[in-house]
């Protein structure tokens, strides 16, 4: 197995990332503002649960 450099599998993974934000970009714009089919919407600006953290918490507190 041949070793590969961190820097240049990070620099790819920006290139990647980038490309993807790209074509998020084209699909939303081609799309338009239509309406999503269930189970795709998907926000940036999505608030946390409140309620399912707390359950973690709990769920964490009682398996210690």
């Known amino acids: 197995m041949t070793k590969q450099d961190p820097q240049e599998l990070l620099k790819q993974k920006h290139e990647l ?4 934000r790209q074509f998020t970009n084209f699909s939303r ?3 338009g ?3 999503v089919e269930a ?5 940036v600006d999505r608030v946390s649960d ?5 359950k973690s918490v709990e ?3 009682g398996e210690a």
Do not use: A, T
């Not at 409140?50 to 707390?54: K, L």
């Open 50 to 54: 409140d309620q399912n953290r707390m």
């Open 33 to 35: 503002h239509g309406e």
């Open 59 to 61: 769920n964490r507190r």
């Open 17 to 20: 990332d980038e490309q993807k």
């Open 39 to 43: 189970g795709q919407e998907f926000s």
């Open 29 to 31: 714009n081609i799309s």
